[in-house]
């Protein structure tokens, strides 16, 4: 049973900064795919930064204020995220999966089989 951890989620004003963590299987570092999306109630779950190896991707909402980088000695996936806005606010969860992601796929949370059990981020204005 592969299991993801995340932590570092909480309550934040508009404009602040908040830095998640995600604990990784050591197994997932060679060849995986992880990435961090985001829910909020009544909606569907979104991608917002994914990475393969060195490459990374961002959704249009998250380019340019959060940051993916992950950890290889510590076996940990962050996500920095920087001048936050109400928009923000959700539960996040980090992912991974084994298979090829593409631009089509790559924000699809159809495409990720493995998932945490999500940390919660509070922006208020």
């Known amino acids: 049973q592969v299991q993801l951890s995340e932590s570092g989620g909480g309550s934040v004003q508009a404009g602040g900064s908040l830095r998640l963590s995600c604990a990784v299987p050591?197994?997932?570092?060679?060849?995986?795919?992880l990435g961090w999306f985001r829910q909020v109630p009544g909606k569907e779950r979104e991608g917002v930064a994914t990475m393969f190896s060195d490459s990374t991707f961002y959704s249009d909402s998250a380019k340019g204020r959060f940051i993916i980088s992950r950890d290889s000695t510590k076996k940990t996936l962050f996500l920095q995220m920087t001048s936050l806005q109400s928009d923000d606010t959700g539960t996040y969860y980090c992912a991974a999966d084994s298979r090829p992601k593409y631009a089509t796929t790559r924000f699809d949370p159809q495409q990720w089989n493995y998932w945490g059990q999500g940390t919660q981020v509070t922006v208020s204005s």
């Open positions: 050591g197994h997932m570092y060679s060849g995986w795919y």
